[in-house]
């Protein structure tokens, strides 16, 4: 059984920065693609980041060049760093893992002031 770790939501200022980890653990097979999707009040789960194993990335339209995705393959790890934060990023942030079936994390809050 996969489990994955969060850590690095917080509250921050219009403008300002987070960094948010992720790590598996317990997996028997190589993980694939690990990434972020968030949930924000009043709309449906929505893709933030996504990589492959191979170093490929999948950002959600709304990122438009703030959040950079990173892994640590050998730590079976996934970061998002995330600046030029916006009121509207507030939500919570599910770290996501693929082996032969999709993994979710419990979550982390991120909470963006005005």
């Known amino acids: 059984q996969v489990q994955l770790s969060e850590s690095g939501g917080g509250m921050v200022q219009t403008g300002g920065s987070l960094r948010l980890s992720c790590v598996a653990s317990g997996t028997q097979y190589r993980i694939g693609e690990m990434g972020w999707y968030r949930q924000v009040p009043e709309k449906q789960r929505e893709l933030v980041a996504t990589?492959?194993?191979?170093?490929?990335?999948t950002y959600g339209d709304f990122v438009k060049g703030r959040f950079l995705i990173s892994r640590d393959p050998h730590k079976n790890a996934v970061f998002l760093q995330m600046d030029g934060l916006k009121p509207e990023d507030t939500g919570v942030y599910y770290c996501?893992?693929?082996?032969?079936?999709?993994?979710w994390g419990q979550g982390t809050q991120v909470t963006v002031s005005p």
């Open positions: 996501s893992a693929h082996t032969i079936r999709t993994y």
């Open positions: 990589m492959l194993s191979g170093g490929g990335a």
